[in-house]
């Protein structure tokens, strides 16, 4: 049974920082390209970042220069580094993983932006 589970969000000010972490027990996890999404109150869930396999990174543009994605393959595992938040960040942050059509999403965290 594949789990994905996040750590790290919180109630933060805006303007401060948290780091998401998600560990992934995928004995291939090098394999899958990790992405990690959002979703606010009434709002569709929304793709922030991902990074493939073999390392390419992309941010939706309200992010950019703001969030940085990284992964530990050692450690199975996938990070989001959110600095210089704003209230608008505000949602329950998943990660999810994919490789082919093997298809995994965690529980989701709780990201709280206060103004």
């Known amino acids: 049974q594949v789990q994905l589970v996040e750590f790290g969000g919180g109630m933060v000010q805006a303007g401060g920082s948290l780091r998401l972490s998600c560990a992934a027990s995928?004995?291939?996890?090098?394999?899958?390209?990790m992405n990690w999404y959002r979703q606010a109150p009434g709002k569709e869930r929304e793709l922030v970042a991902t990074i493939t396999s073999d390392g390419r990174i992309t941010y939706v543009d309200s992010v950019k220069g703001r969030f940085t994605i990284s992964r530990d393959n050692a450690k199975n595992s996938v990070y989001l580094q959110m600095n210089s938040l704003k209230p608008e960040d505000t949602a329950v942050y998943y990660c999810r993983s994919r490789w082919y059509t093997l298809d995994y999403w965690g529980q989701g965290t709780q990201v709280t932006v206060s103004s």
């Open positions: 995928i004995i291939t996890f090098h394999m899958y390209d």
